[in-house]
């Protein structure tokens, strides 16, 4: 179920274009239509990201995806971003998020939005009347709902995959 956040003038809507290079949701999936494939390898070992140690390769179980995630819930999607607008969120163009649309959208949440029709995906933001949606990227302006903007929460962003190597 979406959130509707909405704010009402006389003079109508207004339209908004995204900025180019704006992160916005290009393609998205129920997350419980995508098969969760064959039980990965659990390591329990921890991994240095700094000194390497002479770790473990003992494998202590399976994991599965969806029950990591959630994924398997009617109320999530998979969607790909594409821009570069919330690189600062450990998001970038080409990654997968899960999008619950059960959760109810609180300040500081990264949501999956429409203002005006258009997806996006920005850092929700909500400060007494003030609604925002604030890029992670200093590049990209942040997008303050006005009077006459129709904002409506899609989903919170639960988890986003992102390629290592750089490839979507």
Known sequence: MPF???THSGDGASSRV??????????YVPASEVSPGPPLPLVLSRVSAGFPSPADDYVEGHLDMHELTGALSPSCYWMQAEGESMTGAGILSGDRLLVDRAIEPASGDVVVAAIDGELTVKRFLRQGTRTALLAANPNYPSIELCE???LVVWGVVTFVLHNARGRS
């Open 4 to 6: 509707p956040l909405t």
């Open 148 to 150: 006459g903007q129709e």
């Open 18 to 27: 995204a900025t180019p290079g704006e992160l916005v949701v290009t393609a």
